[in-house]
Antibody, heavy 117, light 110 residues
Framework: EVQLVESGGALVQPGGSLRLSCAASGFTFSQYWMTWIRQTPGMGLEWVATLKGDGSGEAYVDSVRGRFAISRDNAKNSLYLQMDSLRAEDTAVYYC??????????WGRGTLVTVSS | QSALTQPASVSGSPGQSITISCTGSSSDVGYDNLVSWYQQHPGKAPKLIISEVTKRPSGVSDRFSGSKSGNTASLTISGLQTEDEADYYCCSHAGGNTNAFGSGTKVTVL
């Protein structure tokens, strides 16, 4: 059974940093692209960042490029999102998701990031 | 990287069919056939219901179907049921390794 479990969400002050983790199981992690997607409370979904199975091919939404970094450790079956220079508008539930053919077939339950002073 | 446009809400009676549109541009929806749809119930993670415009993952009801014409993709729910009441989002490949989600549509079963 495929499982994705996010962790690392917290309350952080504007300008602060946070590292999210996603622990994957139930599939050959290194063979799949992975993505972070966020959802502002009560609002819609926003694609944040994507990474190929071999750790190449990073892509980011314009609003986080230069502040966020997606990475993975295939030996640990884990995906990460390093978030720096956090802003109030980064407040959201962050989901990690596994790719199928350019769609997201499995999602975690999400982890809440709140940026506030 | 603009959000794709969906109607904010669509409603229908049980047994009816409804269609949700997802309008983008030639740089995303119209570029290739990599449009997917997701269903999200309150407090839950989104669930993939359509990939590559028309493909249903295993276990998804055949009451859900997808199509595309030009820069607009559509999701049709036929034989509307109470459990279909949820938020629905489209998503499209938007060039390179990027994606764009739609603004979301709340489906209400009257």
């Amino acid at each position: 059974e495929v499982q994705l479990v996010e962790s690392g969400g917290a309350l952080v002050q504007p300008g602060g940093s946070l590292r999210l983790s996603c622990a994957a199981s139930g599939f050959t992690f290194s063979q799949y692209w992975m993505t972070w997607i966020r959802q502002t409370p009560g609002m819609g979904l926003e694609w944040v960042a994507t990474l190929k199975g071999d750790g190449s091919g990073e892509a980011y939404v314009d609003s986080v490029r230069g502040r966020f970094a997606i990475s993975r450790d295939n030996a640990k079956n884990s995906l990460y999102l390093q978030m720096d220079s956090l802003r109030a508008e980064d407040t959201a539930v962050y989901y990690c998701a596994k790719h199928t053919i350019w769609a997201f077939d499995y999602w975690g339950r999400g982890t809440l990031v709140t940026v506030s002073s | 990287q603009s959000a794709l446009t969906q109607p904010a809400s669509v409603s229908g009676s049980p047994g009816q069919s409804i269609t949700i549109s997802c309008t983008g541009s030639s740089s995303d929806v119209g570029y290739d056939n990599l449009v997917s749809w997701y269903q999200q119930h309150p407090g839950k993670a989104p669930k993939l219901i359509i990939s590559e415009v028309t493909k249903r993952p295993s276990g998804v009801s055949d009451r859900f179907s997808g199509s595309k014409s030009g820069n607009t993709a559509s999701l049709t729910i036929s034989g509307l049921q109470t459990e279909d009441e949820a938020d629905y989002y489209c998503c499209s490949h938007a060039g390179g390794n990027t994606n764009a989600f739609g603004s979301g549509t709340k489906v209400t079963v009257l």
